[in-house]
């Protein structure tokens, strides 16, 4: 498995990567939009359960691509 940058933005081929990961795995990852960070969002991933459309970790936008790649691996 890659390893990711320790950073919140990620370059296009490793967020699809982390895409296709968590289709995989019966999940959705989420992007930020989101640039200058606020109370409640980070400006990270989020992995949402596609039949709930709940968060499963990441609610505040906080995880990293090592974050998403640890949680579904």
């Avoid at 990567?17 to 990852?29: D, K, Q």
Wanted: charged share 25%; proline share 5%.
């Amino acid at each position: 498995m890659p390893s990711f940058p320790d950073t919140h933005v990620l370059n296009p081929s490793d967020d699809a990567h982390l895409r296709r990961l968590a289709r995989r795995n019966g999940y959705m990852v989420r992007k930020s939009r989101w640039r200058l960070g606020s109370i409640d969002n980070f400006g990270g991933y989020m992995l949402v359960d596609p039949d709930t459309n709940g968060a499963v970790a990441g609610t505040r936008f906080d995880l990293t691509g090592d974050d998403v790649a640890a949680y579904l691996a």
